[in-house]
Structures are given as C-alpha cells and as structure tokens.
C-alpha cells in the first residue's frame, strides 16, 4: 500500500479503537511495516482520535528514528513492535490498545498463560478446532518497556504465540497481522474474547476448558 494510505489506514483504525474507549487519553500505539526493514509508528503521547499524517514516524527494525515531523518522538513502546516484526514475518500491522477487558483478564491469567474461552470464533484466530484449547502469553508490565520488549523477546523466541497477540499484565493487548484488516480483526476477536471471559466470570460460569 501507498505509505500515506498506510498512515490513513492506522489514523482510521486509531479513531475507531478510540470510539470503542480502547485508546483514551491517548493510550496504545500503532505501526505499519513499509520495506523490510522499516515502519511507521504512532508518534508517542498523540490523541488516538486526531492522528494526522505529522503523527506518524518511520523507524529501522533497530527502532532507530529514519523519518519525524519536528517535535515527533516514535511511541514509547516502539520496543514492542520491533519484537513482533522481529520474530513474525507474517506481521506487517500492529495494534496496541488498552481495554477494560483486557486489563481485567491478565488478572486471570495463570503461570503467564490466560487461557482463551473455546469458541468457534477462534476460527478466526487461525484456529479452527471445535472445541480449542490456546493460551494468549501474558506479560508482567515494567515501567522500563526495554524490559517488557525483552521478555516478549525471550518468550517469541522459544515459540510464537499459538494467536496473533499477547497481553501485558494491568497494561494492554497487543495484535497483529497481515494488513490494517486482518490485525484490526484478530484484535478485535480477542477483544471479543476478553469481554466474554469478564461476563462470564461476573456470572460465576467456567468457561476454562
Ligand atoms: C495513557 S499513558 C499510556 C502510555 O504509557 C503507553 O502505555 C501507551 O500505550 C501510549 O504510549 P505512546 O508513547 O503514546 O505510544
Ligand atoms: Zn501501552
């Protein structure tokens, strides 16, 4: 896709997430991988509702600054993105958001697993059993994001994750994909995910495989 194009895909797909309340107060970030070896990300602290072309920042894979409107630093969390195109190749969208569902789930998380409730829906996760059993890895947050980067770095290293994302423990899901519509699908099935293990939970019914 045309780089501004690309822009307007994250700044659309940002304004969304932000209606839905997954990036208010400017939290999350979001990327695009250009070349091989490149990708634009959310500049850090901007308003996910109002991202304008200016709000983008192309960086290496080494998450050194290529490309950025003056005052523009790349997200805080770029560390992160570089993991995932790192170790996925398949991943060309990343999607970083902060859900109440989300944040509520790491708390069942179990030994950095949260398993996923077994839904047909996991279909389109890339997993088209009837009756699944995926863990989503789930990471401890750190005020030093190198240190989470590192973490996921190590984890992604042993074996990518059985899903396209992985959570940060009282922070945030992170998805990806292919393109803008494949990674705002993936997150928005795990958003679907988080929401239905919260109900569930509020209804005292197991849904644990
Ligand atoms: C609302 S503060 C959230 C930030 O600390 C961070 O977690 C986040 O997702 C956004 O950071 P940013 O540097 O703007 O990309
Ligand atoms: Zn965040």
């Not at 790192?86 to 030994?111: D, K, M, T, W």
């Amino acid at each position: 896709m045309h780089h501004e194009n690309l822009r307007q895909g994250l700044a659309l797909a940002a304004r969304s997430f932000y209606e839905r309340g997954w990036m208010l107060g400017t939290a999350g970030n979001l990327s695009a991988r250009m070349a091989e070896e490149t990708f634009w990300i959310t500049a850090s602290g901007r308003p996910k509702d109002l991202l304008d072309t200016e709000d983008f920042v192309s960086v290496n894979l080494q998450g050194e600054v290529l490309l950025a409107a003056s005052g523009r630093k790349p997200s805080a969390e770029t560390s992160i993105h570089q993991v995932i195109y790192q170790h996925i190749p398949e991943a060309r969208v990343v999607f970083h958001v902060h859900s109440i569902e989300a944040n509520l789930c790491g708390h069942f998380a179990r030994n950095g697993q949260l398993r996923l409730p077994p839904l047909e829906m996991l279909k389109g996760l890339g997993i088209p059993d009837s009756e699944p059993e995926i863990d989503l890895p789930v990471f401890a947050n750190h005020q030093d994001v190198a240190r989470i980067a590192k973490e996921m770095d190590t984890v992604f290293a042993q074996a990518i994750p059985p899903v396209p994302g992985a959570l940060i423990h009282q922070h945030g899901v992170t998805a990806w994909g292919g393109d803008l519509l494949s990674a705002r699908h993936h997150l928005e099935l795990l958003e679907y995910c988080f929401r239905y293990l919260v109900q569930a939970k509020a209804l005292a019914i197991g849904v644990q495989a």
